[in-house]
């Protein structure tokens, strides 16, 4: 075990069980949500895959306009990945619950607003800081 105390404040955000049950249970819904999301779009891209052969006619010829299907299948495959992104945000999350960090700012270390957590609850940052970090990224790139 390594101490990093005296570079980073350890900070601990004990919340009453009736919270921790409350985070903990919209956590597992959207972790479901998410889950399902990324096996849709894996099924999607192995199918557009398939597709390329010409099978379903029509379905190629109403996605002409969005491209091949190649690059559908790209598509499906960059939304898988941004979900899968999510679902790893939440199982650190759950793990945070769990260790008594969870809503603290990974940057700032204030308590992230409880109104933002209940909307996004896997959030990593406080609205403050998640605000400058967008700012200093290329617009129309992920944050992660
Ligand atoms: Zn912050």
Request: proline share 2%.
């Amino acid at each position: 075990m390594k101490e990093e105390k005296k570079t980073k404040k350890v900070l601990k955000n004990k919340l009453p069980k009736a919270k921790k049950q409350f985070y903990y249970d919209l956590l597992m819904k959207a972790r479901n949500e998410f889950m399902t999301q990324v096996k849709f779009h894996a099924d999607e891209a192995l199918t557009s895959q398939k597709d390329s052969a010409g099978e379903r006619a029509g379905m190629a010829t109403h996605m002409a306009d969005l491209g091949s299907d190649n690059s559908r299948h790209d598509l499906e495959l960059g939304l898988m990945s941004s979900e899968v992104d999510v679902v790893e945000m939440i199982e650190e999350a759950l793990q945070r619950i769990h260790d008594d960090e969870y809503g603290i700012c990974l940057d700032c270390g204030d308590l992230i607003a409880e109104a933002r957590l209940a909307a996004k609850p896997y959030a990593r940052y406080c609205t403050r800081c998640k605000e400058k970090r967008e700012s200093m990224e290329d617009p129309g790139r992920r944050s992660r």
